[in-house]
């Protein structure tokens, strides 16, 4: 018999993905207080996308996804006023590089599985800044405002189930390791090197038209051990719509 011949496809995925950000930056800059962190906004979205190239069952895929979002840090204790409190503004930038291969039908007609290997890099810079500042009440190296710079760097091991529910209809539940270099530094001084790790994981819908062109719509959460923030948690919903080319 024949062998199959290899299909060799290339697929655009726009994407957009609405995170809630409930936990971030545990750095306490003034001197005698403890601090709470929230978000500024319920909803921050990151914008980006794929590009994928298929070869059979294998894929080589770089994206990205950006989003700028901010904190509010609010001071209790060490004689402050009780309105004291500063505001964090960061711009992250997430790019990732993965080759992974699908195995077809490891349940026939019911779920296939990919597994692979990959790298990312999260590029962070951003500032705090004491809001109204009460008179004399400034972080610890006397000013009310620094800034910082974070890169996190590492590879990563992504890894899917592809649940068939329909000839048309899916089920893909998604997770990706990464344990990570990060570098940070800041005016503030804190200069470090440390190891991060973390995990990124999806359950979504996807449904593919007859011409190929898949929309998907899911959840995503994300956790981080590490960055400028310490700890860093990230949830929401993501939408996304595929469009193959063949050659």
Same mark, same amino acid.
């Given at each position: 018999a024949a062998a199959e011949e290899t299909v060799y496809r290339l697929i655009v995925t726009p994407q957009v993905w609405f /995170?809630?950000?409930p936990q971030d930056f545990n750095q306490n800059p003034v001197s005698g207080a403890t601090n709470t962190v929230r978000p500024e906004r319920t909803l921050y979205p *990151?914008? =980006? @996308?794929?590009i994928a190239l298929q070869a059979g069952t294998w894929t080589f895929a770089v994206g990205s996804l950006a989003t700028e979002y901010a904190l509010i840090r609010d001071f209790t204790g060490g004689g402050l006023p009780g309105n004291t409190q500063d505001r964090i503004e960061m711009s992250r930038w997430d790019t990732?590089? /993965?080759?992974?291969?699908?195995?077809?039908?490891?349940?026939?007609?019911?779920?296939? #599985?990919?597994? %692979?290997?990959?790298?990312?890099?999260?590029?962070?810079?951003?500032s705090? *800044?004491? &809001?109204?500042?009460?008179? %004399?009440?400034? $972080?610890? &190296?006397?000013?009310?405002?620094?800034?910082?710079?974070?890169n996190i760097y590492g590879p990563t091991i992504p890894m899917s189930f592809n649940f068939h529910l329909t000839k048309s209809l899916f089920l893909p539940i998604?997770?990706? =390791?990464?344990?990570?270099q990060d570098e940070y530094s800041s005016t503030f001084g804190t200069n470090r090197t440390r190891t991060a790790y @973390? @995990?990124?994981?999806?359950?979504?819908?996807? $449904?593919? #038209?007859?011409?190929?062109?898949a929309v998907t719509g899911g959840y995503r959460g994300q956790a981080l051990q590490g960055g400028p923030y310490g700890q860093f948690a990230a949830h929401g919903p993501f939408f996304s719509m595929s469009v193959p080319f063949n050659f």
């Open positions: /995170a809630n950000i *990151q914008w =980006g @996308g794929n990732d590089f /993965a080759v992974t291969y699908t195995f077809l039908d490891v349940v026939q007609d019911v779920m296939d #599985f990919t597994i %692979g290997l990959g790298a990312k890099y999260i590029r962070v810079t951003g705090y *800044q004491i &809001t109204n500042p009460p008179a %004399g009440v400034t $972080y610890i &190296t006397g000013r009310i405002r620094e800034t910082f710079t974070d998604s997770a990706t =390791g990464i344990i990570a @973390g @995990g990124t994981g999806d359950v979504a819908l996807r $449904y593919i #038209f007859s011409n190929g062109v």
